[in-house]
């Protein structure tokens, strides 16, 4: 079974561009969550997607942050305009269907963006 | 509010001594999950455990064991006979029940096993 993989692993942008992250959970995983670790600081939630809709989003930095998940396959997190704060390892993670219960979070390799 | 601390940063041993990890969290439900993720040098972060906080037994998994007890909140993180392939960082983090169970995460420890 594939894992969670994000793509690309490495981006380098400079202030201002816009990037665009990619998220694919694993086959069947309804769930699929977004983090953020900044360099020397904790891995932080961004939001959780069930299938294709928003269901926490409340860590989302600031409206320069989108993200999609259309069908409720894989997601996509942009950030335009991009700031130098919004360095650090974004990483997705995906889960079965909890029904109230936390399944396991199950996390791909991160991408790693760097603002210069 | 939700809070994880791991309080030692980095931890460096020689092969075959045991370490533990510690984790202390704070959490005003009743209902919570504890986990535990390592993550080594290729990035991502790989589950190790999850616990609810009605479960305080002590559970062993090879030379893993982790120690969860709800009196002092902690839910320390052992590896006997450390190993070379032991080094990377290791991650405490905590659920509570209900909403979207996103992970709250401590700081991180590194660990660096030396042969």
């Known amino acids: 079974e594939a894992g969670v993989t994000q793509f690309p692993s490495h981006s380098v942008i400079e202030k201002g561009q816009t990037v665009t992250l990619r998220c694919d959970p694993i086959?069947?995983?309804?769930?699929l969550y977004w983090y953020r670790r900044v360099m020397g600081k904790e891995i932080k939630f961004l939001l959780h997607f069930v299938k294709e809709s928003k269901q926490d989003e409340s860590g989302m930095p600031n409206n320069r942050f989108l993200a999609e998940r259309t069908g409720g396959t894989y997601s996509t997190l942009k950030v335009q305009p991009a700031e130098l704060e919004d360095s650090g390892v974004y990483f997705c993670a995906s889960s079965q269907d909890f029904g109230g219960y936390p399944y396991e979070q199950y996390f791909g390799p991160g991408t790693r963006l760097t603002v210069t | 509010a939700q809070k994880v601390t791991q309080a030692q940063t980095e931890i460096s041993v020689v092969e075959k001594e045991d370490v533990t990890l510690d984790c202390v969290y704070e959490t005003r439900d009743t209902t919570y999950y504890l986990f535990w993720y390592k993550q080594p040098p290729s990035g991502e972060l790989v589950f190790l455990i999850r616990r609810n906080s009605f479960d305080e037994q002590n559970e062993i998994s090879g030379r893993y064991s982790w120690n969860f007890q709800k009196s002092t909140s902690s839910f320390n993180f052992t590896i006997t006979a450390s190993q070379v392939v032991d080094s990377a960082v290791y991650f405490c983090a905590l659920s509570e029940e209900g909403g979207s169970e996103k992970l709250v995460f401590g700081k991180g420890t590194k660990l660096t096993v030396n042969p």
């Open positions: 086959s069947g995983h309804d769930n």
